[in-house]
């Protein structure tokens, strides 16, 4: 993989057409290199080379997530959002499977609150779909989930407990009454509540130590 895609701008060739000659058309490395270095504004993108940049832009993330540099795979991810809402509009599925991957690398990066704004713009665009099977009760019930998470990596358990009620609500909307994922939910939410009560236990003695 060129070192130029993942660290900087490579510099390009200025040289001018031979004569007779039409200029070559860029390469998607120059086109994402362009935006990159925001030499290239997106709503300049040619039309028909957008979902070519976007797809690359995903696939180079992917690759930099297994290399483990979050940040880096956190640029290209953005680029590709960006390009994608601007073609196709933030509520498209393409759209939208990009934010998923742009929240995960704002949890591997421990940018939780980043991480749940994007996990809150996802469950909106949910909402105005409007939730009438069960496919949509358990997608609504797994981004709950993950804003659980990232809730309890910021020590706010009440706020992670609010969304694991909503977890239950809608898998009890969804599942059978004895599947396993409403037990695990469940088990979390007295769990949660179980250091809901500890912390407030602890206050209290403090309190009363004074």
Do not use: W
Request: with cysteine.
């Amino acid at each position: 993989m060129s070192k130029n895609l993942e660290c900087g701008c490579p510099p390009l060739s200025l040289d001018g057409p031979l004569e007779g000659h039409s200029p070559p058309f860029p390469s998607l490395t120059e086109l994402m290199n362009g935006i990159k270095a925001k030499r290239i504004k997106i709503e300049n993108l040619p039309a028909e080379h957008k979902f070519d940049v976007s797809a690359s832009f995903n696939n180079l993330a992917i690759l930099l997530v297994k290399r483990g540099k979050y940040s880096a795979a956190s640029v290209c991810v953005n680029s590709a959002e960006s390009i994608l809402s601007e073609a196709l509009g933030q509520y498209h599925p393409v759209s939208y499977s990009t934010m998923e991957g742009k929240a995960y690398l704002n949890i591997k990066m421990h940018r939780y609150e980043r991480a749940l704004r994007v996990y809150e713009q996802m469950l909106e665009i949910e909402e105005k779909r409007g939730v009438t099977s069960s496919v949509g009760h358990l997608t609504i019930a797994k981004l709950l989930g993950k804003m659980s998470f990232a809730y309890l990596k910021m020590h706010k358990n009440r706020a992670a407990l609010a969304c694991l009620k909503g977890v239950l609500a809608n898998q009890e909307a969804a599942l059978p009454p004895d599947d396993a994922s409403i037990a695990q939910t469940k088990s979390f939410m007295a769990d949660i509540k179980a250091r809901i009560r500890k912390e407030r236990e602890d206050k209290e003695s403090r309190l009363q130590g004074r």
